[in-house]
T-cell receptor, first 115, second 112 residues
Framework: GAVVSQHPSRVICKSGTSVKIECRSL??????MFWYRQFPKQSLMLMATSNEGSKATYEQGVEKDKFLINHASLTLSTLTVASAHPEDSSFYIC???????????FGQGTRLTVV | DAKTTQPPSMDCAEGRAANLPCNHSTISGNEYVYWYRQIHSQGPQYIIH???NNETNEMASLIITEDRKSSTLILPHATLRDTAVYYCIVRVASSNDYKLSFGAGTTVTVRA
């Protein structure tokens, strides 16, 4: 079964509103989680690294004031898309490694559509 | 992390073995080869990883050349549900940095 759960799986929102996406590790603690974005027919692009108890690290070109990341506990990271616009419509995916020297597990993804 | 090169697409017949190549000619000695796949509209799924030796699990086999500059993922009996984009990624497994750099991958279509 899934070891990383993402919610919601699909969301449609109006332009200008904010949307929160949750990523949970189900049976392990994750001090680090990762957020990716995927546009249609493209590969996954890393947006940011979510660190429990400290600030997230953003990849170049990703606006930290628009994509707010909170890693409040060892099992939960949230991504908030602030004041979403149609160009933010995308597939957002989180991942978490269970332990060192193991694979990273991915959530099911969240399809965001901004209208 | 070193870059990988994969063919953009391949077809295979249901029930036959699917052999997916990956070139990673600049791989470093401490970098592992990882394979993930992404079925349409889902998050990526881990398949297998290896360093030098060939590896096998319930999903697939990974064959790494002796010079480690290329590898092949083998799906022994492809099914329609194996249709997906397959990503070959190299990374230093001993590091705490689990950022994965995804290339374009290989779009595998399994046909009945």
């Amino acid at each position: 079964g899934a070891v990383v759960s993402q919610h919601p799986s699909r969301v449609i929102c109006k332009s200008g509103t904010s949307v929160k996406i949750e990523c949970r590790s189900l049976d392990f603690q994750a001090t680090t989680m990762f957020w990716y974005r995927q546009f249609p027919k493209q590969s996954l692009m890393l947006m940011a690294t979510s660190n429990e108890g400290s600030k997230a690290t953003y990849e170049q070109g990703v606006e930290k004031d628009k994509f707010l990341i909170n890693h409040a506990s060892l099992t939960l990271s949230t991504l908030t898309v602030a004041s979403a616009h149609p160009e933010d419509s995308s597939f957002y995916i989180c991942s978490a490694p269970r332990a060192q020297n193991t694979e990273a597990f991915f959530g099911q993804g969240t399809r965001l559509t901004v209208v | 992390d070193a870059k990988t090169t994969q063919p953009p697409s391949m077809d295979c017949a249901e029930g036959r073995a699917a052999n997916l190549p990956c070139n990673h000619s600049t791989i470093s000695g401490n970098e592992y080869v990882y394979w993930y796949r992404q079925i349409h509209s889902q998050g990526p799924q881990y398949i297998i990883h290896g360093l030098k030796n060939n590896e096998t699990n319930e999903m697939a086999s990974l064959i790494i050349t002796e010079d480690r500059k290329s590898s092949t993922l083998i799906l022994p009996h492809a099914t329609l549900r194996d249709t997906a984009v397959y990503y070959c990624i190299v990374r230093v497994a001993s590091s705490n940095d689990y950022k994965l750099s995804f290339g374009a991958g290989t779009t595998v279509t399994v046909r009945a």
